[in-house]
């Protein structure tokens, strides 16, 4: 249990972090459109790619059928 509060608690107070910036004006609304930019166009992909590329495949699974799975399904939500 300790361990899951260990992993669990830094994501909820960075949520509580930026509530509360944002909450007493420390943190404009034009910050905030800028964050959420930053995070969806570079922040999360470049988390999916390095969590890709470090995944352990089973024994005998190619890497390959990975990688193909991840960039089809970015080329659809892009062309979406």
């Known amino acids: ?3 899951v509060v260990l ?4 994501v909820f107070g960075l949520i ?11 943190l404009s609304e034009d910050a905030g459109k800028g964050l959420a930019e ?22 005998g699974a190619s890497p390959f059928a990975l ?4 960039y089809a399904a970015a080329a659809v939500i892009w062309v979406l």
């Open 1 to 3: 249990m300790y361990d």
């Open 7 to 10: 992993i669990v608690a830094p």
């Open 16 to 26: 509580a972090l930026g509530y509360g910036l944002a909450r007493f004006g420390v």
């Open 38 to 59: 930053f995070v969806f166009s570079v922040a999360i992909p470049a988390l999916l790619f390095r969590m890709m590329v470090t995944a352990q495949t089973p024994e």
């Open 67 to 70: 990688w193909g799975s991840y």
